[in-house]
């Protein structure tokens, strides 16, 4: 099984960075659709970002020229770099896999691997 695990959450103000990463011990993400996905207290979950195995992008509209999604093949490693965070971005952050396409604006709903998710939070 491919186990997401996501690090790099914490709190920032508005207009600052984070990087988030996702690795997986002792195995490969090749031939994997990767995202991104976030949740907001009293929202549902969304795809904010994702990657495909040829390495294609898509983002919502809300984070576009903000965040960027890649990986690092060689280290099984994905990442988020988000910049000018604003506050709406404040939910927690979860890294999945999947072998079909995983699509920015998508819920996720049969994605089987999950990571555990990493907090998030912009504020003053």
């Known amino acids: 099984q491919v186990q997401p695990m996501e690090s790099g959450g914490g709190s920032v103000q508005p207009g600052g960075s984070l990087r988030l990463s996702c690795a997986r011990s002792?195995?490969?993400?090749?031939?994997?659709?990767m995202g991104w996905f976030r949740q907001a207290p009293g929202k549902e979950r969304e795809c904010v970002a994702a990657?495909?195995?040829?390495?294609?992008?898509d983002y919502i509209e809300s984070v576009k020229g903000r965040f960027t999604i890649y990986k690092d093949g060689a280290k099984s490693t994905l990442y988020l770099q988000m910049d000018n965070m604003k506050v709406e971005d404040t939910a927690m952050y979860y890294c999945?896999?999947?072998?079909?396409?995983?699509?920015?604006?998508?819920?996720?709903?049969?994605?089987?691997?999950w990571g555990r998710g990493t907090q998030v939070t912009v504020s003053s």
């Open positions: 002792g195995s490969t993400y090749a031939g994997y659709s």
């Open positions: 999945a896999a999947d072998i079909v396409s995983i699509r920015a604006g998508s819920f996720g709903l049969s994605i089987p691997y």
């Open positions: 990657i495909q195995s040829d390495g294609t992008t």
